[in-house]
């Protein structure tokens, strides 16, 4: 049978969206390779053809949870308004929903107790998703005008960070929203943004501006 010549990249492609997931929700140990081919609808016997190991496979998936949840966000950085991103960037990561969805979420809480049992090529990934995602937000913010960009997002990001991972740790819902809602204050307001409202789409709030920077210079003339 012949396939198409695309075909093994997307099974990789597979493999790795499944062990995303498992190792997310159920940390490194816990993560058979033959559930993860299972997961994945293939066999354990097809595996090595993808990875040298169950380190490797591991490695590479921690890389692919950064793709997967920031390609867009990281592909946008000098589109469009820099504040609206920064707000709506905030809101997203301190949400119940990102909360409750650990499996889709953010690697760098998920991963923080498992750097035990990542090989080097594992932390060396893991160290430049993160240090890309901090300087995606440095980017916006020095779009923005905030002073020193790269200590702002650094202490913003460290904020979030540990708010999600109690919120995360408590089982009372009402509890974990007001610790995520007291850190999405604290955070925009620090970096400037508490006034943008996320719950205009995006394409909308451009289009009232140039609306608005229109009337201006109609009026000026």
Known sequence: ?????????????????EASRAIRCQGIDRVAVANVMSAAGLTVGGFYAHFASKDDLVAHAVEHMFHERYERFLGLLDVGEPRAAIAKFFD????????SHPETGCPIPSLTSELAHL???GRGRLSNGMRGLIGGVTRLLERAGVDDPEEAANAAFSEAL??????????????????LQRARKS????????D???RIPLRRRFANSSEAESGKTETSN
């Open 187 to 194: 955070v925009k307001e620090r970096l400037g943004v508490a």
């Open 162 to 179: 540990g708010a999600l991972v109690m919120a995360r740790m408590t089982t009372d819902l009402k509890t974990a929203e007001k610790i």
């Open 119 to 121: 090989s080097e090529d």
């Open 1 to 17: 049978m012949r396939y198409p010549s695309d075909h093994k990249a997307r099974t990789r492609e597979r493999i790795l969206t």
């Open 92 to 99: 997203g990561y301190l949400s119940m929903t990102h909360r």
């Open 196 to 198: 943008v409202d996320t």
